[in-house]
């Protein structure tokens, strides 16, 4: 079957310490793996994605994420967390071999302290 | 801004009721995908367009939804015979044909309380 588990529901950190959000994921064939954010009252944004080549991808607003495919990991990573960085992550992994579905996680719910 | 639109933002229904969504994806986006997203969770796959045929639905998609993209630009999702378990947010998203793992643009959704 095909998952996402963020296994956090919140992360809280200091504004300019590093944060890390993190996603496990479980796919039949390769694995194609996308963060997302949401903000209140808006819709979900893209912010990068794996697909093959290097395991450290980067995206927008300063975010990037490892690739690990031993750990079967995603995680989410920015060097100085921002306060405007608050808000609702989700990790999303489409395999391979699942046709178009897309599964994502429940979530994860930054707060960025001043 | 030609993002992804939906109408209505929110929708109040009583049991029982029929309610039709309207989604707008971005003007060349070949591909289309509804979700369904309730409190505490991430979007669930409802189902798939590429261009007017629908492709693949999720088991969630009972026989009481529907949906349709007639004209491969806009799309409806249909629920009837509404109940209470069906209250979530409805997400439209699309994505370009061209290049296999695009990502999807969302829409800001479609809030569905059913009373």
């Known amino acids: 079957a095909q998952s996402v588990a963020q296994p956090e529901d919140q992360v809280n950190v200091a504004e300019g310490n590093p944060l890390t959000v993190k996603c496990t994921y479980s796919?039949?064939?390769?694995?194609?793996l996308f963060w997302y954010v949401q903000y209140p009252n808006r819709g979900l944004q893209f912010l990068l994605k794996?697909?093959?080549?290097?395991?450290l991808v980067k995206g927008s607003y300063g975010f990037e994420a490892e690739f690990n495919k031993s750990q079967t990991s995603f995680h989410l990573k920015k060097p100085s967390a921002l306060v405007s960085d608050s808000a609702l992550y989700f990790c999303?992994?489409?395999?391979?071999?699942?046709?178009?579905?897309?599964?994502f996680g429940t979530g994860t719910s930054l707060t960025v302290i001043p | 801004d030609t993002g992804v639109s939906q109408d209505p933002r929110h929708k109040i229904t009583k049991r029982g009721q029929n309610v039709t969504f309207r989604c707008d994806p971005i003007s060349e986006h070949n591909r289309l995908y509804w979700y369904r997203q309730t409190l505490g969770q991430g979007p669930e796959f409802l189902t798939y367009?590429?261009?007017?045929?629908?492709?693949?639905k999720s088991r969630l998609l009972s026989d009481r939804f529907s949906a349709e993209r007639p004209k491969g630009s806009f799309s409806t999702l249909e629920i009837q015979r509404t109940e209470q378990g069906d209250s979530a947010m409805y997400l439209c998203a699309s994505s370009q044909l061209a290049g296999e793992w695009n990502e999807q643009f969302f829409g800001p959704g479609t809030r569905l309380t059913v009373l």
């Open positions: 999303a992994v489409r395999g391979q071999n699942t046709g178009n579905q897309f599964y």
């Open positions: 367009f590429q261009n007017e045929a629908q492709l693949e």
């Open positions: 794996y697909i093959t080549g290097d395991n």
């Open positions: 796919v039949s064939g390769n694995p194609y």
